[in-house]
């Protein structure tokens, strides 16, 4: 589908490239992402999903959000939060590296979308590394992290943790 495809090339490019030449690689990476075994099989969950899906809610006294790339919803017990990442990928160690960086945001996308969900018992949040070198193995740019409802109560509690941190650098800085 040339219409999801240029949607998801525009998603991906915003903010990160500004030549002809540079969006023009960025649609040959989408397309090989595109036609890769593992958006070939989840095709039809890709072009029915939710892209660029603003999520916003409070949360204690502060607000929390961001902009999910693709939610996709899979049935009405299970979610999947879809991000596009545009680090390049040379070797297996670096996804552990960027597994760690991006988790948190993975985390607060999940507890956000069992906010939202309330029948969805499970959220797989997955990480796209669409520069990787490799897309053949699922396991050589993908990432998932995978939640369950029993992991809410974690999820909000980190997510309190995280707010208080911040509120004290911000207090001390000032």
Known sequence: NVEALTEITKSISLNYFNSTAEVNYLTELVSNFYNSPFISEYKDLLLSSKREFHLVMPFESHFIGGIIDCLVEKNSNEIEIWDWKTNII??????????????????????????L?????????????VRSSSRLNQEDWIVTFEFSRNDFEFLRQEIIELINKTNIYFTITD
Do not use: E, G, P, W
Request: charged share 20%; with cysteine; net charge positive.
């Open 90 to 115: 040379r070797q297996k160690s670096d996804l552990s590296v960027l597994r760690d960086k991006y988790q948190l945001q993975m985390k607060i996308y999940a507890f956000i979308a069992f906010n």
């Open 117 to 129: 969900f309330h029948n969805a018992n499970t959220i797989n949040c997955r990480l796209f590394f």
